[in-house]
């Protein structure tokens, strides 16, 4: 299947990938939810904790918010993507934010027994001597390096992201990062306003 195949070359050459991707976007848009929607599907597996399937809903909203906005941003700039095409091409940047709940949980997971007994018993009301002591626990060789791993990931999926808009619209990096910026500005900021009035 062409849509799975693809993945390797948004690894490899994800200039060639998403050329594709942005000229054929119907063939490419399921497969683009399904990337959307997997960070929270895994948490909740890893966590057996169903709740975090709501995020699906969270993070599909925000998927097609943040692509009207850069499909108008783009437009705005002389870009020239078709929104489907768009849509899937940034569907398919998000590729590496499957991995970021997979290193929470390995995280989590490593977290020192008597750390984790201390924060429950205590409520998170900790004093300063104490939280001291929490952190100089936590942040051990492990945690940091699940952490800049995480953190790599997430950098990777915004270049991805500049890419994908920069070959959809046919434009200048600087444009596609611009309008990457902003739509993520908008985004974080405006909908999470949105998320914390609902139930």
Known sequence: MRSLSVLREVILSPKRAFEEISENGKDF????????ALPNVVSAVLYADYTHLKG?????????????????IGKALKGRAN???L???VGYARFPLIFPPILGYLIVKSIPEDVKVLIKATKGQISNE?????????????????????LALILWSLALCVIAVRESNKFSTW??????????????????KVWRKLP
Do not use: K
């Not at 492990?142 to 791993?149: D, M, Q, R, Y």
């Open 29 to 36: 848009l399921i497969t683009a939810l399904i990337i959307v």
């Open 87 to 89: 849509l899937s091409a």
């Open 175 to 192: 444009r596609a990062f611009c309008s990457v910026v902003v739509a993520l500005f908008v985004v974080t900021f405006g909908l999470t």
């Open 130 to 150: 104490m939280a001291i002591y929490v952190m100089t626990r936590l942040l051990n060789p492990v945690t940091v390096t699940l952490g800049i791993i995480a």
């Open 56 to 72: 699906v809903v969270r993070d599909v909203a925000e998927w097609i918010v943040s692509v009207i906005l850069l499909y108008a």
């Open 83 to 85: 929104f489907v095409g």
